[in-house]
Nanobody
Framework: QVQLVESGGGLVQPGGSLRLSCAAS????????MGWYRQAPGKQRELVAT???????NYADSVKGRFTISRDNAKNTVYLQMNSLKPEDTAVYYC?????????WGQGTQVTVSS
């Protein structure tokens, strides 16, 4: 029905930047909220940032001022610009979108922050 394809993860040094993308395709009439979550080894998945259909944003305290979420409705794509990355940002990052009454998850992309 709905497929999500994530890209942009990788290995970066502390203080560096990465930009994640998540493109949705399939049976989509309208996407409501979009968001990014992450899961570090041995930890629960946690919210990183969300953006509503009216572009209101919400961030976890740990990423405020460093990460920026945005969306391109024409492309059904959500982005996460990550700056000033820290080792504690290392995790698998997942996108999540709300379509109608359903939520869909991406496959995850690994972000590793290490020197």
């Amino acid at each position: 029905q709905v497929q999500l394809v994530e890209s942009g993860g990788g290995l970066v040094q502390p203080g560096g930047s990465l930009r994640l993308s998540c493109a949705a395709s399939g049976r989509i009439f309208r996407i409501y909220a979009m968001g990014w979550y992450r899961q570090a080894p041995g930890k629960q998945r946690e919210l990183v940032a969300t953006i509503t259909s009216s572009s209101s944003t919400n961030y976890a305290d740990s990423v405020k001022g460093r990460f920026t979420i945005s969306r391109d409705n024409a492309k059904n794509t959500v982005y996460l610009q990550m700056n000033s990355l820290k080792p504690e940002d290392t995790a698998v990052y997942y996108c999540n979108i709300e379509v109608g009454l359903n939520y869909y998850w991406g496959q995850g992309t690994q972000v590793t922050v290490s020197s």
